[in-house]
């Protein structure tokens, strides 16, 4: 059996973490195969004492200060990686697991040695019978989005390749983390999966969703200013630090368009202060440093022409497909024009 290395990043979690931990501990996977790293964000809830005194074997890790979901699931698989764990399965506070879902999902990985990632069927709690994601999706401008979300699951188990792994639940080999990296630890919260999934992708591997492994996470969208700012930054960030240049001159003039339309929401909506911190975010020097700096490491790493990005894109769309932000104007104006418009310029990615 392959050893496990379970990950769970808390931050004032403590009204979820009695059901999260007491159904990772009841998996039908050999109980000597896996370990749970309890990584806490400086939370101020008692969660940690909780944590302490009713499920003591459980490793915690605490930080003094809260580092992010991104920094914090770092913290957690460096100390996995650093046991030799031959996987590492990061899962939210605010999950319950079916019992079968981690020997599903390694048995899966197992199968492919290209395989890097595998996520489960995540579906909304307490409402089981809708999906909350069967693999996330990559649209081209960089926004990251849930596959099949709110919907009723359809019946297919097959597992099938997705553009990029949840967050909420995934199990990545340890191969795949030593080659490409873990989380980018500036993102803090908030497309640190997306990056990932889109260097897996340029390292050659696969990441697939396994529909008969079902975790059920008590999901929430957030519409806090804050989390705006991460979302839009972070979405950012991910274009230009994975894109060839070629790509990111063929997509400006949509980027340009979105731009505009988001700003104009932002005034809307009460963002524009968050949307005006996001530009002034690239017009420091330094953090167009760190974006040359982790382009430069993509190549020196090796593996940056592994994959082209004719090959990546096959997994993008040019429609935003996620009901949290459904409404008329995107669906008969945004997605009508902005996915013609990335069908035109598909084709011309020959890189």
């Known amino acids: 059996m392959k050893r496990v290395g379970i990950i769970i990043v808390n931050y004032n979690g403590l009204e979820y973490l009695s059901d999260c931990l007491t159904s990772l501990l009841n998996l039908d996977y050999p109980r000597g195969e896996y370990k749970i790293f309890?990584?806490?964000n400086a939370s101020t809830d008692d969660s940690v004492n909780f944590v302490k005194n009713n499920f003591p074997q459980i490793e915690i890790i605490i930080n003094k200060e809260n580092l992010g979901f991104?920094?914090?699931?770092?913290i957690g698989m460096k100390k996995a990686l650093s046991e030799n764990f031959d996987y590492v399965c990061l899962i939210n506070q605010d999950t319950i697991s079916e019992p079968d879902f981690l020997h599903k999902l390694v048995a899966n990985a197992e199968g492919d040695e290209s395989i890097a990632a595998v996520q489960p069927r995540l579906m909304l709690y307490p409402e089981k019978d809708k999906v909350n994601s069967l693999g996330n999706s990559i649209h081209y401008l960089g926004f990251g989005f849930s596959s099949g979300g709110?919907?009723?699951?359809?019946?297919?188990?097959?597992?099938k390749e997705i553009a990029y792994a949840s967050g909420a639940a995934v199990l990545i080999k340890k191969e795949a983390l030593e080659k490409v990296g873990l989380f980018n630890p500036d993102f803090f919260m908030y497309h640190e999966d997306l990056d990932l999934g889109w260097r897996l992708r340029l390292a050659g591997y696969k990441i697939l969703v396994v529909p008969s492994a079902v975790v059920y996470h008590k999901y929430e969208f957030s519409k806090s200013i804050k989390k705006y700012y991460f979302m839009e930054r972070n979405r950012l960030i991910c274009l230009l630090e994975n894109y060839k240049l070629a790509t990111l001159i063929l997509i400006f003039p949509a980027w340009l368009v979105m731009e505009i339309g988001l700003f104009l929401f932002s005034l809307k909506s009460g963002f524009w202060q968050e949307k005006l911190k996001v530009y002034g975010y690239f017009l420091k020097y330094k953090n167009?440093?760190?974006?040359?700096g982790e382009r430069r490491a993509l190549l020196r790493q090796g593996y940056g022409g592994r994959a082209k990005d004719k090959e990546i894109v096959k997994f993008f769309t040019g429609k935003i497909e996620f009901q949290e932000i459904d409404n008329w104007l995107l669906n008969k104006v945004a997605n009508p024009m902005f996915n013609?418009?990335?069908l035109v310029i598909r084709k011309l990615i020959i890189w």
Request: charged letters at 15%; zero cysteines; hydrophobic letters at 40%.
């Open 150 to 159: 709110y919907q009723n699951f359809d019946g297919n188990l097959q597992p």
């Open 288 to 292: 167009w440093g760190k974006i040359i």
């Open 340 to 342: 013609l418009y990335w």
């Open 70 to 74: 991104a920094e914090g699931n770092n």
């Open 38 to 40: 309890l990584v806490d």
